[in-house]
């Protein structure tokens, strides 16, 4: 079953309405007021799987013991997991460390000791998916990049296409093409959009609950009109 991709006028409503939410109730994070690529990815493997106020625990101690990829690649493999100690998911911390390896030491002439900027070179980076990559293209590089984790794709599928099972590969691919056609114009207005995505997902439209008397987009959201009977 194809999804029909929701009209180009109401795809830039339901990001207006969603940005606009975003600046007046968005968490302040740390990982929100950087630009920097490294700092950016290391806050995005920590956060997989693990709630915020964990990470929170984390992130400035890692960020401090290693502030960049050059002092990540110098560390021994013991050293960052014994940082990432506590957070659980070790192949995240070994990947990281592996990446960076991979960046300053083994091909340093093709990345020149950063981060690549576009989705397709972060993708190409140990233990880099295609979440991870936007999330690093959009956050840090403010690229036109879309991003879709289970919270994205479980707040485009109950606002946008409910008849889609998030679980099945062939509709969230769906949901990714779904996600890159709704993208704002702009890098920057992208950012914003990208980070109200998933604040929408974690507060307002969580896996648990349907806060839909607060959510900025009800007045477009599908699920919310079937629950009230008018679809
Ligand atoms: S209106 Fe309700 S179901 Fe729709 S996106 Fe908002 S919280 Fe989710």
Known sequence: MTAPRPPRTQALDFSRRLRAWYRRSARDLPWR???????????????????????????????????????????????????????????????????????????????????????????????????TAGAVASFAYEQRAALVDTNVARVLQRALAPRLNVKRA????????????????????????????MELGALVCTARVKHCGKCPVRSLCKTAAMDAGLR
Not at 108 to 121: D, F, H, I, Q
Not at 170 to 187: K, Y
């Open 33 to 131: 007021r950087t630009r920097d690529a490294y700092h950016i990815l290391v806050s995005e493997l920590m956060l997989q799987q693990t709630q915020v106020s964990r990470v929170l625990e984390y992130y400035d101690r890692f960020i401090t013991r290693f502030p960049d990829l050059e002092a990540l690649s110098r560390a021994r493999e013991s050293q960052v997991l014994a940082q990432w100690s506590g957070l659980g998911y070790y192949a995240r911390a070994r990947n990281l460390h592996k990446l960076a390896r991979h960046v300053v030491r083994e091909a340093p002439a093709a990345y020149g000791a950063t981060l690549p900027s576009t989705p397709e070179a972060l993708r190409a980076l140990p233990g880099v998916g295609a979440y």
């Open 170 to 197: 062939r509709d969230l691919t769906q949901l990714w093409a779904m996600a890159e056609s709704m993208l704002p114009r702009t890098g920057r207005a992208v950012w914003v959009h990208n980070q109200a995505l």
